[in-house]
């Protein structure tokens, strides 16, 4: 259970809902998500929290395990982690108003949750989060990257096994099979996982993977994603452009000439700036 029920004694806050779907790599729904959140709006520095961090790879870095991953034919499996926030334990005592119409127990109607956990919300939820999943890895005999604090490296018995953190999710590759599936089997023996398989979708880009280890990107999604937005036909074509169309004798000298008075008034506005 990740609250208890206390007197209200302190400073409290509210819930709010939170709606949202999740999409597959083709823009299909596959299924519709509901959170209760921390009214974290509300929180005051240095009173309610103090750091505030969010274990997100950078762009780059993911860019690099692509490319070592293309590299070394390396296939890249990715898991995500469920309610991740509430696997990390409050690091301040901070409560919390129970949701509309939830039932107290008779003669508690005053009363309000202590968060044992850390609540979705909460401005310093992904901070803690990130700090017990390095305390995870770490057991795992992953070593961080001094250049990328979310990307993680473990070498044994000659092999290396690569991670990337972005939040909840995992990017998991190695140059061995038999030590991924080991990492993939003490993660979910700790967190409750879904494995994803073979990356498919990453940070907006579908991902593909073919048997020979070759990666291709695409932002197909989004872009018509954007179409549909603003309007604009999301027709394809093999052309960034129409195709010119063909000129005659007459056009080409009509362009010879503009090209040759562009030219004349050029050299002429360069001689004027050097007299002047």
Known sequence: MSWLSVLLIWPYFRVAGFF????????????YKARLVARGDRQREFIHYNDT?????????????????AKMKMPIHQMDVKTAFLNA???????????????????????VWKLKK??????????????H??????????????????????QRNGHYTYIGCYVDDLLIMGTAQDQVDQVKASLSSTYTMKDLGLMKWCLGMRVTQSPNGDISLDQSLAIKDLCQT??????TSHRPYDKLPELSTVHISLLMTVRKLNKIVFSCLINLIEVL
Do not use: H
């Open 20 to 31: 949202d779907r999740k999409v597959d790599s083709d823009g299909n729904i596959i299924r």
């Open 230 to 235: 603003y309007g604009i036909s999301s027709n």
């Open 133 to 154: 999943l390095a305390n995870t890895l770490s057991s795992l005999g992953f070593v961080r990257s001094s250049a990328d604090n979310c990307i993680w490296t473990r």
């Open 118 to 131: 850390s609540l979705y919300g909460l401005k310093q939820a992904s901070r803690l989060w990130g700090d």
């Open 53 to 69: 961090y969010s274990p997100v790879a950078r762009m780059k870095s993911i860019r690099v395990l692509l490319a070592l991953a």
């Open 89 to 111: 334990d409050m690091d301040r005592d901070l409560f919390m108003k129970p949701p509309p119409n939830f039932q107290l127990p008779p003669g508690k109607d005053d009363y």
